[in-house]
């Protein structure tokens, strides 16, 4: 199976537009993990890279990134469907919502009834903090000499190493932790990241 892991960066925050559609944002860098496993879930091989809007002059750019995705049995975010799957739009000649995508955010909230950031999950399950921001990650687009445009690469793409190791962990484990900020105490989010189970379907035959 083939499986994209993806992060978006934008060129505008909310702040900076007047609608509340992140397609309006316009989207500066998409760093993919695309990787093939096996049935359980085992990583065979994998790659990354970062692919750019055309502005950026620099290589890949964003129009030769879809195959990748096209090609992908899941396609998994951190509130993706909300903010990435929207962002990229306007880049997409088709319908990008159609493909299979997984929000790893979603589940959570479909547990809690609300949202966890994705840096609050990846200190109390995995141990690490996000490199960055996203408002720095702005700045860097929008000062772009070179050692800015590797800050926000590097940032895209450690989001995307974040969101597949809670991905891997949440898979194996069943669960996912974050702590609880007014009651101070860690709360364990029991997540299911498996696979629908495929119908098998059954001939009868007449004899």
């Known amino acids: 199976m083939i499986e994209c892991i993806f992060d978006v960066e934008t060129q505008k925050l909310f702040s900076d537009i007047t609608s509340e559609d992140p397609a309006d944002l316009g989207v500066s860098v998409v760093s ?12 065979i091989e994998g790659e990354m890279k970062s692919f750019w809007h055309p502005s950026a002059s620099l290589s890949p750019s964003i129009d030769v990134m879809w195959e990748w995705f096209e090609k992908a049995d899941r396609i998994i ?12 739009k306007p880049y997409y000649p088709k319908d990008f919502f159609l493909l299979p995508h997984f929000d790893i955010l979603e589940c959570v909230r479909n547990v809690l009834g609300r949202r966890v950031s994705l840096n609050a999950l990846a200190q109390d399950t995995l141990g690490v903090n996000k ?10 687009w929008a000062n772009k000499t070179k050692d800015n445009l590797q800050k926000l690469q590097s940032y895209c793409e450690s989001d995307v190493s974040i969101t597949r190791d809670l991905y891997d962990f949440g898979r194996e484990k069943k669960y996912l932790q974050y702590t609880d900020t007014k009651w101070n105490r ?6 299911d990241f498996s696979y629908p189970k495929k119908i098998q379907e059954s001939q009868i035959g007449l004899f």
């Open 32 to 43: 993919v993990y695309k990787r093939e496993v096996d049935e359980s879930g085992k990583e």
């Open 77 to 88: 975010g951190f509130n993706s469907k909300k903010f990435d799957v929207p962002a990229l």
């Open 131 to 140: 490199i960055d921001v996203g408002t720095k990650a702005v700045y860097y």
């Open 186 to 191: 860690i709360v364990t989010v029991d997540v």
